[in-house]
């Protein structure tokens, strides 16, 4: 029986599982399953390990998508240059790490009609910010603003960027009125992390783009009250899983929109969950 896992911690949120199990059963995987699996960077050799026979791949979450690389056998071209890799897919008895995050920004930006920026504001500085940066130099953009609340720790997401050919220009968070003269922002913080800067974003007129997915934020609530196009993290998710099950299966005929109308539905359930109804 084939079997895959996404990892990370936090992780009793992600829905990964319900994107994966999805597609399965579109395609008639019926003995594959799928779970979750609570995970820290310390564990996460032991897991790996302890995988055995049959299993299919491991998506992952933070904070693991840098120690990946250095557990991995061979690593894409793309993972590497990132930095980051969310993938992990066993093949001929080696384990192979990619990033398939890329792709999901690329496509989720492209298929709201953003996917041509003159000018963008990253937001963060971690291993999301990096995949970000790869995937606006895919679509064609030069040179990018990083604004981090801790510059200094988004030297390595700045460094990925310049790999990619990317004129990148750090700077501190508090500096965020001065550097809104963009087209585009994209926020790799943590759901809430950029409320704060909510109407200062909105005030710019610059379109949205938000990883986290779920219940609308601030941030994404005020950009769209200001009338600009706003887009959350839901389609990212979708679309990086459908190359991880790519990845995995080794099929191409993976069914996109059923794994975005089941994500979608649990998501609305969670909602109801959530307040009560």
Same mark, same amino acid.
Request: with cysteine; charged share 20%; net charge negative.
């Given at each position: 029986? @084939?079997?895959?896992?996404?990892?990370?911690?936090?992780?009793?949120?992600? &829905?990964? @599982?319900?994107?994966?199990?999805?597609?399965?059963?579109?395609?008639?995987?019926?003995?594959?399953?799928?779970?979750? !699996? #609570?995970?820290?960077? #310390?564990?996460?050799?032991?897991?790996?390990?302890?995988? /055995?026979?049959?299993?299919?791949?491991?998506?992952?979450?933070?904070?693991?998508?840098?120690?990946?690389?250095?557990?991995?056998?061979?690593?894409?071209?793309?993972?590497?240059?990132?930095?980051?890799? $969310?993938?992990?897919?066993?093949?001929?008895?080696? &384990?192979?790490?990619? $990033?398939?995050?890329?792709?999901?920004? !690329?496509?989720?930006?492209?298929?709201?009609?953003?996917?041509?920026?003159?000018? !963008?504001?990253?937001?963060?500085?971690?291993?999301?910010?990096?995949?970000?940066?790869? *995937? =606006? *130099?895919?679509?064609?953009?030069?040179?990018?603003?990083?604004?981090?609340?801790?510059?200094?720790?988004?030297?390595?997401? %700045?460094?990925? /960027?310049?790999?990619?050919?990317?004129?990148?220009?750090?700077?501190? =968070?508090?500096?965020?009125?001065?550097?809104?003269?963009?087209? &585009?922002?994209?926020?790799?913080?943590?759901?809430? +992390? %950029?409320? @704060?800067? *909510?109407?200062?974003?909105?005030?710019?007129? *610059?379109?949205?783009?938000? !990883?986290?997915?779920?219940? @609308?934020?601030?941030?994404?609530?005020?950009?769209?009250?200001?009338?600009?196009?706003?887009?959350?993290?839901?389609?990212?998710?979708?679309?990086?899983?459908?190359?991880?099950?790519? &990845?995995?299966?080794?099929?191409?005929?993976?069914?996109?929109? %059923?794994?975005?109308?089941?994500?979608?539905?649990?998501?609305?359930?969670?909602?109801?969950?959530?307040?009560? +109804?």
């Amino acid at each position: 029986m @084939p079997h895959a896992l996404v990892a990370g911690s936090p992780i009793a949120h992600s &829905l990964s @599982p319900v994107l994966h199990r999805a597609a399965y059963a579109a395609m008639g995987l019926d003995d594959w399953t799928y779970d979750a !699996v #609570e995970c820290a960077e #310390e564990g996460l050799p032991a897991l790996l390990g302890g995988l /055995g026979p049959g299993w299919a791949g491991l998506s992952l979450t933070m904070p693991l998508k840098r120690v990946a690389l250095t557990l991995a056998d061979t690593v894409t071209d793309l993972a590497a240059t990132v930095g980051a890799a $969310n993938t992990l897919v066993p093949r001929d008895g080696r &384990l192979h790490a990619d $990033n398939t995050d890329v792709y999901g920004i !690329v496509t989720a930006l492209t298929e709201a009609g953003l996917g041509e920026p003159a000018s !963008v504001l990253v937001l963060g500085g971690g291993a999301t910010a990096a995949s970000a940066l790869a *995937a =606006l *130099a895919q679509l064609g953009v030069t040179g990018t603003r990083l604004a981090a609340r801790r510059p200094e720790r988004a030297r390595d997401a %700045a460094e990925a /960027g310049r790999r990619f050919g990317l004129a990148v220009e750090v700077a501190s =968070l508090d500096r965020l009125p001065a550097l809104l003269d963009v087209d &585009l922002v994209v926020s790799t913080l943590p759901a809430g +992390a %950029a409320d @704060p800067y *909510a109407e200062l974003v909105a005030g710019s007129g *610059a379109a949205l783009f938000d !990883v986290a997915y779920g219940r @609308p934020t601030e941030l994404t609530g005020a950009v769209e009250s200001a009338g600009a196009r706003v887009v959350d993290g839901f389609p990212m998710l979708v679309h990086q899983a459908v190359r991880q099950v790519q &990845l995995m299966t080794g099929r191409d005929d993976v069914p996109v929109e %059923a794994m975005r109308d089941a994500g979608s539905a649990e998501l609305l359930r969670r909602a109801r969950v959530s307040y009560g +109804a």
